[in-house]
């Protein structure tokens, strides 16, 4: 188990699936938690439950909005005195055919899945460069493959895999390490209930969806996605893609791009 021993570790989206799965992996390594979202009953119910905000401090946050992710950081400095790991997990999904979905649904993606990432490590940097910190984007094995009735959220993935290489390559000088980890298929999330679904969505009621869908192969648990995130934030990994499933997925479409290119054009005529 990585030791996080009175690191200051901020973590957004911690309300639901991966992010409180996450905030709980930290916490039972020692970590001072700063527990981000919007949804502030659940946060504050999560933080009573991890000891209080001594140890876990809920501050309610729409990463959308630059200003509540400066004053999401400078809330986590004066109560801790710094930052030494963030994990950008707040996501959301906007699902369905490109031709059904509005300029404004495209915008909110990436206000959220991006924007949302830029303003929280903006932010955070001063105090990162001050503990030569870490930051892990939590990105997506969509962000490799455009996926059909996702591609907001896969060009929104794609877009936070390119920032994180940049950043990586930046940041080096000053001690800073940024990892992208990209999960497959996770249980126990609420992605697809909250997101906005128009027409062509995979995410129709649970009646319609086929086998696959409701129990997609590879599939992992929040918890195996948090446990991998503890320990990239502790070795610091350029890349990390999830599920033996995921994994293949990423090195076939390195490897032979027409043939999932085939594969997804088979898989669209069947929706
Ligand atoms: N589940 C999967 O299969 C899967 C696969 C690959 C990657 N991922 C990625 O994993 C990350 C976590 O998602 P999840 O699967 O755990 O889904 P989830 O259960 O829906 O969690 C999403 C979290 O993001 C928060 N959030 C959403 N919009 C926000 C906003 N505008 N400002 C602040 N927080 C916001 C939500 O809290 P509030 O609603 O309270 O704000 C919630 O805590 C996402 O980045 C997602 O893209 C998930």
Not at 23 to 35: K, P
Not at 39 to 49: C, F, G, M
Not at 110 to 124: D, L
Not at 213 to 229: D, K, L, M
């Amino acid at each position: 188990m990585p030791d996080f021993s009175d690191k200051t570790v901020i973590i957004t989206g911690a309300s639901t699936g991966i992010g409180r799965a996450t905030a709980i992996a930290f916490h039972d390594a020692g970590a001072r938690l700063v527990l981000a979202a919007r949804s502030s009953d659940i946060l504050a119910q999560l933080s009573t439950d991890l000891g209080g905000p001594d140890r876990a401090l809920p501050v309610t946050t729409d990463v959308s909005d630059p200003d509540q992710c400066q004053a999401l950081i400078e809330r986590a400095v004066a109560q801790f005195g710094g930052v030494d790991v963030l994990i950008n997990n707040a996501g959301m999904v906007v699902s369905g055919r490109f031709e059904h979905l509005q300029p404004d649904d495209i915008e909110r993606q990436f206000a959220v899945n991006f924007f949302g990432v830029v303003y929280c490590t903006r932010a955070a940097l001063p105090y990162l460069k001050q503990s030569q910190g870490v930051i892990v984007n939590i990105s997506s094995v969509a962000g490799f493959l455009g996926t059909p009735t996702a591609s907001a959220y896969s060009a929104s993935k794609a877009a936070l895999n390119s920032l994180g290489q940049s950043l990586r390559a930046e940041l080096k000088p000053y001690g800073i390490g940024v990892s992208t980890v990209c999960p497959y298929f996770t249980s126990g999330a609420q992605l697809a209930q909250k997101g906005v679904i128009r027409e062509g969505s995979l995410h129709k009621s649970e009646r319609k969806q086929h086998k696959w869908q409701r129990h997609p192969p590879g599939q992992q648990t929040s918890e195996q996605v948090a446990a991998a995130i503890l320990k990239a934030a502790e070795r610091r990994p350029r890349l990390v893609v999830l599920s033996p499933v995921g994994r293949l997925i990423w090195r076939f479409n390195r490897l032979a791009p027409w043939l999932t290119h085939w594969l997804l054009e088979r898989g669209v005529d069947r929706l």
